[in-house]
């Protein structure tokens, strides 16, 4: 599972926990096209459910951690329901996901300022960028302020994540309000905790749940 060459910004950030003695694509929840989802798990800020990450992997190894805020869809009954996420998966979420991993493969190159949150912009194989990774405190791991190529494809995003941009790279002021400062406030104003799923056999814990246990 490589995912330093295709994920770079996520490739320190989870430990997977198989179940032991079963074979990996026996612990598979479901697979679509060339796509898999490999676990599925809640997210929690001071106790109240926020959303959803869930963990894909496609037939070369190349790993994806993908949120959705529960505002898009994504309740907390749908989630811990297998049948209902699964169809979601299928309709929404698993098609997208596989024509961008196919059409791609990311690598990253450090921003020019904002060092001290290790800033860096993600980019595909065709050198456009894709969005922005940061490390807020030392201790998370953020990425956001979503580029994009087309019209169709800004707003689209623009609509999904509150802000994108259009084939060009962020500003420092733009990644210091909509990606540095909203961390920040996060942080300090929630506790977040995650939570896998009763049918996620393959559990996926963030590195620092593992080192603070």
Known sequence: MDTKNNFPELSDEWVFIPEKNVKLQN???FTWDDLSLLNV????????YYGVIYTTI???GS???NFRCKDRGFTEEIVDDKEAFVSHFKQKLAQS???YIKRSKFKTIKANFLQEYQ??????????YFATTALVNNKAPTRGIYGATTQKQYEQRFKENGFSILNRFPTEEEVKFHLIDKQIDALSANFITRENTAYSN???????????A
């Open 27 to 29: 612990q598979i929840i």
């Open 41 to 48: 798990r809640k997210i929690f800020t001071n106790g109240i």
């Open 58 to 60: 496609d037939n070369k």
């Open 63 to 65: 790993i994806s951690h």
């Open 97 to 99: 996901a596989n024509r």
């Open 119 to 128: 800033v860096a912009f993600v980019i595909d194989d065709d050198g456009n």
């Open 202 to 212: 393959v559990k996926v814990f963030h590195v620092s749940e593992i080192n603070n």
